[in-house]
């Protein structure tokens, strides 16, 4: 494999595909579309016969396996690993599954790292898959309970495993949760971004960062696994 594609025509076609061992930021506005677009593709990823592992700081893994059934993936034979860091800071007794392996919180930054490795174990080296997606959604929830110098150290440790073993990585941030300082320190961890803003009319999207100049602004509209790009006319 020389590149990732998004699985979404009209964003495919603008960049041509994603360089192996590229990280990605995705930031935008709360109920921007972000969890479903990224799950989108991880989820047309998976559909080609990539491997693919979710840090979940939001939803349990139940749910976020739920998202992937829902929309027609077939979960008990996708090479789908969720790291489920909300499961036991509800309180709930929960064992790990095939798929879902449990940290104790978003804090739990060494628990998390250790489950991680696990299954970049399982999926690049017993199972030799073609290519791997990995994504954290969120680092703004880990960055609520740690401090950003300990998220920078956790985060150089994974951005570079996605470029040593010719990953995707995509990690989600949440717009104006965080000072100018903050995000542009994160910012140099990836090799691009994709970003997402409010507009009059709904949400646009563009790509900075893996194209030479970057992408215009584009309105798009997400309904579960299917993401509309509209170009100007």
């Not at 840090?55 to 976020?64: D, N």
């Amino acid at each position: 494999m020389t590149e990732y594609l998004f699985g979404i025509k009209e964003l495919d076609d603008l960049i041509g595909g994603v360089k192996e061992g590229t990280n990605l930021m995705l930031i935008g506005p709360p109920m921007s579309g972000k969890d479903d677009l990224v799950n989108t593709i991880i989820y047309n990823g998976l559909k080609e016969g990539d491997s693919s592992i979710i840090v979940s700081t939001r939803e349990t893994g139940e749910r976020v396996l739920d998202w992937f059934s829902n929309n027609g993936l077939d979960t008990d034979t996708a090479n789908l690993g969720v790291v489920d860091c909300v499961t036991k800071t509800l309180g709930i007794p929960a064992l790990d599954k095939d798929h879902i392996k449990r940290a104790a919180s978003p804090v739990d930054l060494t628990g998390i790292g250790v489950r991680i490795g696990q299954y970049f174990e399982e999926f690049l080296v017993q199972k030799e898959g073609p290519g791997l997606r990995f994504c954290i959604n969120s680092l703004s929830t880990i960055l609520m309970y740690s401090n950003l110098q300990t998220l920078f150290r956790f985060l150089h440790v994974f951005t570079g495993r996605v470029k040593a073993s010719n990953s995707f990585g995509i990690f989600i941030v949440e717009d104006e949760m965080h000072d100018p300082q903050t995000v542009a320190t994160l910012k140099q961890l990836f090799d691009g971004m994709i970003e997402i803003k409010e507009t009059d009319s709904g949400y646009s999207i563009r790509i900075l960062g893996i194209t030479p100049k970057p992408t215009p602004w584009y309105e798009f509209e997400v309904d579960g696994s299917n993401v509309r790009i509209e170009k100007p006319e």
